[in-house]
């Protein structure tokens, strides 16, 4: 019987990129995301996570190499169609919440893809509930805590149904029971969509499937199963 290779979600060759002074900070990066895949991206500070996730939906783009989402190369042609597939939850929720309302950043993506009234409140109230943050859609997200806004977060990427969703740093600067909330959340999108998940957090590696070791701005190792970070 013949055992069908999963599609590959993203895929990523050689790719470097040099900051504004012209120092590199990503440097010849290869890496695989299969279709369903919980991966991590590990590695002290200044090890190139932040910059290379920026890569995944068109924020940065390379000086050299390549990133393909489901088989289609990321550049300023494509970034439009491609953010459709994949969407960015940042470490700082201040970052994700700019709106007077809860509803208003929620329905930011889905207005702005141009869908019909009714979608957008529809998309809107199911994306609030996937978070457990119904009821919440006329709130000022200013007035939330830090954990409610890390999930509203979520949800303005979640109402534009993507099928990658990349975290970066998710479980940072949550009390603890912020955070044991939080991991049952992530554990509910591993099973409906492909996730990258930024962190110094080793223990979310229980929650993924496989984990890239970055260091210096090169993949230093991947990390497979539960072997052991160090």
Not at 74 to 89: D, T
Not at 125 to 151: C, I
Request: glycine fraction near 8%; hydrophobic fraction near 40%.
């Amino acid at each position: 019987m013949m055992i069908m290779e999963k599609n590959k979600a993203i895929e990523i060759r050689n790719l470097g990129y040099n900051y504004p002074d012209g120092s590199a900070a990503l440097k010849g990066i290869d890496m695989d995301v299969f279709e369903g895949e919980c991966i991590a991206l590990v590695g002290p500070n200044g090890a190139g996570k932040s910059t290379l996730i920026l890569h995944l939906n068109g924020l940065l783009f390379p000086v050299s190499g390549s990133v393909r989402v489901f088989g289609h190369e990321l550049n300023e042609q494509s970034k439009k169609e491609i953010r459709k597939q994949i969407n960015i939850v940042f470490q700082d929720p201040e970052s994700q919440l700019f709106s007077p309302s809860v509803f208003d950043d929620v329905a930011f993506g889905p207005i702005n893809m141009g869908l019909a009234r009714e979608e957008v409140f529809a998309r809107v109230d199911e994306a609030l509930s996937h978070v457990g943050m119904a009821g919440f859609a006329h709130r000022s997200p200013h007035h939330l805590s830090f954990g409610e806004k890390k999930k509203v977060s979520i949800a303005t990427v979640l109402s534009m149904k993507p099928k990658i969703i990349v975290l970066d740093e998710p479980t940072l600067g949550l009390d603890p029971w912020a955070r044991k909330d939080f991991m049952k959340l992530l554990e509910k999108l591993k099973k409906e969509h492909t996730l990258v998940i930024a962190t110094h957090d080793l223990e979310l590696l229980e929650l993924c499937d496989r984990a890239y070791m970055l260091r210096d701005g090169k993949v230093e190792r991947e990390i497979k199963g539960k072997e052991e970070v160090k």
